[in-house]
């Protein structure tokens, strides 16, 4: 609430000292004639607020005060008056139907008058109904009606200089049958008057709106309504009475053939009123043809426009889902850790408990028999000597085995202060929790070229691991092309999947290396080939690497036995598998040759992991998934660069 000192025109020094409260949101009681009149003003808003706050205001005229209440309560899109009003986020009002209904798309209305984009949550169903401004209206509806019945006998002020013109052709207004051209098109009433300057016949009460006594319409010319107003071409001169005729293209106004010797357009170029009709009329559907293909550029761009908003906010909402999907994952696994942790804890619990408990029963045993056999000897101990000595002996032996009873259960402590193998520390995990970050391509590949190797018909290539250990990469690609096809610009590509998922979870298999090895095979012998690399995920591929040259080689160039693996001696397990050769034993030391086993799913185009072998002959595979096929293949190279491939073997997991 405010406070202001009430006024009036002659109140005695009294009023001058009195403070009126008011209150923000006036009583229905104080609407009616005052409420559209009277100095002391309510205003209800078209588009600002819902209400304003009471404040004193000059004194305005009838018309000023109902042209300002009907701008008020219009809407400000349809200009009716509100019907059923709801209110915007932004505190603008609007009609519910169909204004407000055509302008929502998507949850969001843009609002008409401060261009605010509005996100309702909900839809038009959640915006409230301004219901007092309902009843304003209703009772404005009510006021008005009353005062259009009294207006013809009630003339204002401003009114006064028309109603000589209109007194004069009453009787005709009474007959006439022409009706207003401003009027709603529901409730049309009988024009009064037609103006021949603005070519629109007008009622009584948009005549006083439109026509008031101030420039530039009180030099309009009024006559009695005609029905070829609005295609009158000519009229009369506001000075001479006379035709107007011509048209002056200095001043751009229709003159009479008086206007044209007068000062005022002395020696302008002066053409018919017909002419200049014509010209002008051509012009402006030519501008107007212009401006109709530009609403549709704007109409089409428009379109365009929400479209992409609406596309960008699908994926916005993808990209939200995703995260909260991954995120959701994360704290599954989480929670399942914890779920364990905490049943592993409890087990514990449950077996130290029933420890403890069975040895708190054997000490309540021992010291109830105990305590029974103290109180049994100190009541013998007061008997008579021959009874006493009858149970002396047997006595003697019971207290003897109850003291060493007592002696032995003495208190056993727990260890429960240090429970060992039940301590947790994630500092590790949660440093990489908080280095979580977008997903970014990752960085270019490289190819160790010293430890690529080749054969007649096939390239060992050996991709050095990633610089940055944050790096995801979901595929490599390998560009490769001959001599030959480099001169025609023919390169052919293989795709590589990587496994990164035993990476990003830290699963260690034993003496594997960490290199992406990509055998590149079918090529023609003694042939030189060229290759890079490049590496790719969801958010991006990196650039290619260096090129690298490698010549395959001729037929029995290389000295390097063949490797061999015996099928029928390898053996599936759940998780593991041990694969039997004796190809590691049986070269020389001398020869320098090594021997890698590589192998990866069945079925899938994916890199291969790399494990070393030794002088051995069953060699074991760990970190596998049960029930799965997996490929299996012998590498020996030596420290020229030549190798040899073993034959390929499929083994099936076990069930776990």
């Not at 400000?76 to 009002?93: A, G, M, N, Q, W």
């Not at 030099?219 to 035709?243: W, Y």
């Amino acid at each position: 609430m405010s406070k202001k000192k009430a006024f009036s025109n002659g109140s005695s020094t009294r009023a001058n000292n009195v403070t009126n409260l008011r209150p923000r949101y006036p009583a229905k009681k104080e609407f009616g004639d005052a409420f559209l009149f009277s100095p002391v003003s309510v205003i209800a808003t078209n588009g600002n607020h819902a209400f304003e706050h009471v404040r004193a205001a000059p004194a305005k005229s009838p018309v000023k005060a109902q042209m300002e209440v009907d701008s008020d309560l219009q809407c400000p899109i349809c200009l009716e008056l509100f019907s059923y009003p709801i209110i915007l986020p932004c505190s603008h009002v609007l009609c519910r139907s169909p204004c407000a209904e055509h302008l929502f798309d998507f949850n969001f209305i843009r609002c008409p008058v401060c261009r605010d984009n509005c996100y309702v949550s909900g839809g038009i169903g959640s915006l409230p109904r301004v219901i007092a401004l309902e009843n304003i209206i209703e009772r404005y509806k009510a006021d008005r009606t009353s005062r259009e019945n009294t207006n013809d006998r009630n003339k204002s002020a401003d009114s006064s200089f028309l109603d000589a013109s209109l007194s004069s052709q009453s009787d005709v207004e009474k007959d006439s049958s022409i009706l207003c051209n401003l009027c709603n098109s529901v409730s049309k009433k009988k024009a009064k008057k037609s103006c021949l300057d603005c070519n629109v016949s007008y009622c009584s009460n948009c005549l006083l709106l439109t026509h008031q006594k101030k420039d530039p319409f009180n030099t309009h010319e009024l006559v009695s309504p005609r029905d070829d107003v609005s295609h009158s071409v000519t009229g009369l001169c506001s000075k001479h009475s006379d035709q107007l005729s011509l048209f002056c293209k200095d001043c751009g106004v229709p003159t009479c053939t008086l206007c044209k010797d007068s000062s005022l357009h002395k020696d302008h170029f002066m053409i018919t009123i017909e002419s200049a009709y014509t010209d002008i009329k051509a012009s402006i559907d030519k501008n107007l043809q212009k401006l109709g293909v530009s609403q549709e550029k704007v109409t089409s761009s428009l379109q365009h426009q929400r479209d992409n908003l609406k596309e960008m906010q699908q994926k916005i909402d993808r990209k939200r889902s995703e995260i909260n999907a991954q995120c959701d994952q994360l704290l599954a696994e989480i929670e399942n850790k914890r779920s364990f942790f905490l049943a592993d804890l409890e087990y514990e619990e449950r077996i130290r408990q029933n420890e403890q408990e069975e040895l708190i029963k054997v000490m309540e045993r021992i010291l109830g028999s105990s305590q029974a056999l103290y109180s049994y000897t100190s009541e013998v101990l007061n008997e008579d000597v021959s009874e006493f000595l009858e149970v002396a002996n047997t006595l003697s032996e019971k207290l003897v085995k109850a003291t060493a009873d007592c002696e032995t259960a003495q208190f056993q402590p727990s260890d429960c202060d240090v429970l060992p193998g039940k301590l947790v520390d994630f500092r590790k995990e949660r440093n990489v929790i908080r280095e979580m970050n977008y997903l970014l391509a990752p960085e270019t590949p490289s190819i160790d070229v010293t430890r690529c190797s080749r054969s007649e018909d096939t390239v060992v290539l050996v991709l050095s691991p990633p610089r940055n250990l944050h790096d995801v990469i979901d595929q490599y690609e390998i560009h490769y092309c001959s001599e030959e096809q480099k001169s025609l610009e023919i390169e052919d590509t293989l795709i590589v999947k990587n496994v990164q998922e035993d990476r990003l979870l830290g699963k260690i298999v034993p003496n594997c290396s960490g290199v992406v090895v990509v055998l590149v095979e079918n090529l023609c012998k003694s042939t030189t080939y060229y290759f890079c690399v490049s590496a790719s995920n969801q958010s991006g591929r990196s650039a290619n690497s260096e090129v690298v040259q490698c010549t395959t080689l001729l037929p029995g160039e290389s000295v390097i036995p063949a490797p061999v693996i015996v099928e029928s001696l390898c053996r599936p397990f759940a998780t593991s598998v041990q694969i039997y050769s004796s190809s590691p034993q049986d070269v020389a030391a001398e020869q320098h040759i090594s021997h890698f086993l590589l192998y990866r799913p069945r079925g899938q185009s994916r890199a291969w992991k790399t494990l070393s072998l030794y002088g051995r002959q069953d060699h074991r595979v760990f970190g596998l998934i049960a029930s799965t096929d997996y490929e299996f293949v012998i590498l020996g190279c030596n420290q020229r660069g030549e190798c040899q491939v073993s034959n390929r073997v499929v083994i099936h997991t076990e069930q776990s």
